[in-house]
């Protein structure tokens, strides 16, 4: 098992525009959330799925988000018409029923030029 | 919602202990967590702690005290490659989202 799988890695992009980023879970995990870090911040909670069900979703998380885990396996955070607040570390992380520990994927880093 | 509060840097010798404080306040509370995050790199799982009381592993040591608010991440026996930013999160009610505090960013020198 090579852990929790991000990609891309970097991602750079124009105002305006769509991106998609994915996130591969470990194999048994059914949980999976999506996290957003700045520069000298935490990470902050964006939307969190046990198997297919999106069942807790931020406030930070504006109609320009999407997240989607069809399968209850890999997931999908679609960003609409990129703003350049939108600049972040985004981050995975699954965990195995609702134990204490999650494992961070390495993020994608997201610029909006 | 939740308010976390930990010191932004903190610098330590190698070889040394350091203590990096957490305070919290939140309502429903059902967990304090520990990441380590290198620069660059995905926070790593460090401590879990529900119930008042030291938990240690290793060099490294968490305390809570749910009364309190507090929390502390012990370090012993200090490396160079303990140097990262260290997190303190917090899980609250039924759900299983953790708020993060902003991290201490820890310095080791020689």
């Known amino acids: 098992d090579t852990g929790v799988s991000q990609n891309p890695r970097h991602k750079i992009t124009k105002r305006g525009q769509n991106v998609t980023f994915r996130c591969d879970p470990i194999?048994?995990?059914?949980?999976l959330y999506w996290y957003r870090q700045t520069l000298g911040q935490g990470p902050e909670f964006l939307t969190y799925?046990?198997?297919?069900?999106?069942?807790?979703k931020s406030r930070l998380l504006s109609d320009r988000f999407s997240a989607e885990r069809p399968k209850g396996s890999f997931s999908t955070l679609e960003i609409q018409r990129t703003e350049q607040g939108d600049s972040a570390m985004y981050l995975c992380?699954?965990?195995?029923?609702?134990?204490?520990?999650?494992?961070f994927g390495q993020g994608t880093r997201l610029t909006v030029v | 919602g939740q308010n976390i509060d930990q010191p932004t840097e903190m610098t330590a010798t190698e070889g040394a202990i350091v203590q990096i404080n957490c305070t919290y306040q939140?309502?429903?509370?059902?967990?304090l967590f520990w990441y380590q995050q290198h620069a660059g790199e995905a926070p790593t799982f460090l401590s879990y702690?529900?119930?008042?009381g030291l938990e240690e592993k290793g060099r490294f040591s968490s305390f809570l005290s749910r009364s309190k608010g507090y929390s502390y991440l012990l370090l012993k026996e200090l490396q160079m490659k303990d140097s990262a930013s260290y997190l303190c999160?917090?899980?609250?009610?039924?759900?299983?989202?953790?708020?993060f505090g902003t991290g201490t960013q820890l310095k080791v020198e020689l």
């Open positions: 799925f046990q198997n297919e069900a999106q069942l807790e």
């Open positions: 194999s048994e995990h059914n949980r």
């Open positions: 999160a917090v899980r609250a009610g039924g759900g299983n989202k953790l708020t």
């Open positions: 992380a699954s965990s195995l029923g609702r134990g204490p520990e999650a494992f």
């Open positions: 702690n529900v119930l008042d």
């Open positions: 939140t309502s429903g509370f059902n967990g």
